[in-house]
């Protein structure tokens, strides 16, 4: 069955610390991979996704993602985190449009 | 250029009521998905529309149902409302069921199901 596991719910670090946010999927062909953004009261902005290619990937606002097939991950990156991070981050799989599968989402608090 | 807008922004229904949700996709786009957003559970797809046609939907019964328009504008609707569809309804939008089309969403309506 195909799914996305995104194991911690929540995360906190500090302003200015580096960001890793973990995103595990099963899928049964070679996956589109995305993560969205979505900050309070908004909808989701994506932020970077990969089809094919290098398998480091860089999107918005500082973001990187990194795909590893052999470990069926997609984690996301930030060396550097803001106070604007704060918001709740997605990851998604699948073919896109309606076979897009959604992650149970990781919300990131910053700390002064 | 206008992004995907949704209407109303809440919604306060009771039991049993419906409830109708609104959506504009982005100029030029075709297709139009609704998910929910429940608490704690990511968003769960609803259905998916395109060209006025539903062309799938997510694993809800069939009171969640809606309809896309000419102007490819879409609505949702719920009936016979139950305490647990209280959730955010997000409305994305493509330029047509390409499979790699990232989605372009909404900032949702909040029901509010008492």
């Known amino acids: 069955a195909q799914s996305v596991t995104q194991p911690d719910i929540h995360i906190t670090v500090s302003e200015g610390a580096s960001l890793e946010l973990r995103c595990n999927y099963s899928y049964g062909a070679t996956p589109y991979l995305f993560w969205y953004v979505q900050s309070p009261g908004q909808g989701l902005q994506l932020l970077l996704k990969?089809?094919?290619?290098?398998?480091l990937v860089q999107g918005i606002k500082g973001f990187e993602a990194e795909f590893k097939r052999s470990q069926s991950s997609f984690n996301l990156r930030k060396p550097s985190v803001h106070w604007s991070d704060a918001a709740e981050y997605f990851c998604a799989v699948g073919a896109g449009g309606f076979k897009t599968i959604f992650g149970a989402g990781t919300r990131l608090f910053v700390k002064a | 250029e206008a992004g995907v807008t949704q209407s109303p922004t809440h919604l306060i229904k009771t039991r049993g009521q419906q409830a109708t949700l609104r959506c504009s996709p982005i100029s030029g786009h075709t297709s139009v998905y609704w998910y929910q957003q429940a608490l704690g559970l990511g968003l769960q797809f609803l259905l998916w529309y395109d060209e006025g046609e539903e062309r799938n939907r997510g694993n809800f019964p069939p009171r969640f149902s809606g309809r896309q328009f000419p102007n490819y504008s879409s609505e949702l609707n719920v009936n016979a409302l139950e305490l647990e569809d209280s959730a955010l309804y997000l409305c994305a939008s493509s330029l047509g069921g390409v499979s790699n089309e990232k989605l372009f969403f909404g900032s949702g309506t909040q029901l509010s199901v008492l």
């Open positions: 990969y089809f094919s290619g290098d398998t």
